[in-house]
């Protein structure tokens, strides 16, 4: 049976469905960002961060629906083997993810805004200006922008290496918890279910 | 005689004066812009928002009684607010400035209209001319001796029918081919 909610020992349908559909827009995200800071001014420019934008603000809002349905819901508890120093990196990470999920859109808002172009959420809602045209501003942002992509790019790569730690080196639940499939039961854990 | 009877005749002198008066100003002042206090802007869609820009220089003269509007507009004082922007739509591609450095438009029809005016007449920019309808109000004050006008109104261009927008720029799904050119200036009577 298909858990919508998560428990103390895997996430729900829902927490899985925004992870992975998150996990894809990120990938496609990153793409877009770096095509369209290369492109050369034309069209295909325009269209790139156009499309750049819209899915940043998707991302946006799908993060703070992510974190509501977190707030919502029990956390997973992370295996009982791991060390302290892991439990923070852990925490840490997550923290980071979260906080950038939200830095990049929001810096990349401003970036446009402050350059004088309005930001409209694929041609069908156009969003208002967060600050007025500023070019030290504008500079300041891009600045910003790049800087935290790239520790996004970073967390991401540390996340990922640790899913596969997990799965393959610690072999433990915590990669399995977030697919979907039948439920284990990682032995050191109880089900709060029960 | 009767107060009222008193009031009546000083209201039909001050009825006649007025008239003699109005009759007097014709024809009218012809109207001079206040640079100052007047904005030429334009605003088209960019991939679903507004992008907006406007003209710093350009000059304007109305007579509404013998029907005359003539706008000539600096096209080199583009102004979008970013530079790269600047050289882009100033550049051959959009409005050409180097070569068309001036856009025109003069009224050769002007009708009343139950808000202000409807002006038709030929507008040439970045080269090409073609007539268009410009609806406006127009509403005036006396100021210091003056006659103070204020003249607001928007039109829809097709920014393609004047080939502003060349090669790949000529696609509209992220360049939109309307633009809406809005005016709202201030104007005071030359004869002042």
């Not at chain 2, 025109?104 to 202000?116: I, V």
Request: aromatic fraction near 8%.
């Amino acid at each position: 049976m298909v858990m919508l909610r998560n428990t103390r020992t895997r996430w729900g349908a829902l927490s899985q469905f925004l992870h992975w559909l998150m996990a894809a827009l990120i990938g496609v995200q990153i793409g877009l960002g770096l095509a369209g800071a290369n492109l050369p001014l034309g069209m295909s420019k325009l269209a790139t961060l156009a499309r750049h934008k819209s899915l940043g603000l998707t991302i946006l809002a799908l993060a703070l629906i992510r974190l509501t349905w977190r707030a919502l819901n029990p956390t997973p508890a992370l295996p009982g083997a791991l060390k302290a120093y892991e439990r923070r990196l852990a925490l840490a990470t997550h923290v980071a993810l979260y906080t950038l999920l939200i830095a990049l859109p929001v810096t990349g808002w401003i970036m446009s805004s402050a350059r004088g172009f309005p930001v409209s959420w694929f041609n069908l809602v156009q969003l208002p200006n967060l600050v007025r045209p500023d070019p030290a501003l504008y500079h300041a942002m891009v600045l910003t922008h790049i800087v935290l992509a790239s520790t996004l790019g970073l967390i991401l790569i540390l996340h990922v290496a640790a899913a596969i730690r997990h799965h393959f080196v610690l072999h433990d639940e915590v990669l399995r918890r977030m697919l979907p499939g039948p439920r284990r039961i990682h032995p050191g854990v109880m089900d709060d279910r029960h | 005689m009767t107060a009222t009877d008193t009031l009546r005749r000083i209201t039909l002198w001050l009825t006649l004066s007025a008239c003699t008066a109005a009759y007097a100003g014709t024809p009218g002042p012809t109207y001079t812009l206040v640079a100052a206090r007047s904005s030429l802007t334009y605003t088209f869609e960019q991939a679903g928002a507004a992008n907006v820009g406007r003209f710093n220089t350009f000059t304007v003269r109305f007579d509404p009684t013998a029907g005359t509007l003539m706008v000539v507009i600096d096209m080199r004082s583009l102004d979008t607010g970013d530079g790269q922007r600047n050289d882009l739509l100033g550049g051959h591609d959009f409005f050409d400035v180097a070569r068309y450095p001036q856009a025109r438009f003069t009224a050769t029809r002007l009708q009343k209209t139950a808000t202000g005016y409807l002006a038709t007449g030929p507008l040439t920019l970045r080269g090409v001319t073609r007539t268009v309808e410009v609806p406006f109000t127009w509403r005036t004050t006396q100021r210091g001796g003056r006659a103070i006008g204020t003249l607001d109104g928007a039109t829809v261009i097709r920014r393609l029918d004047f080939g502003v927008g060349q090669g790949q720029w000529r696609a509209t799904e992220w360049l939109g081919n309307a633009v809406t050119v809005r005016f709202a200036l201030d104007m005071t009577s030359a004869a002042g």
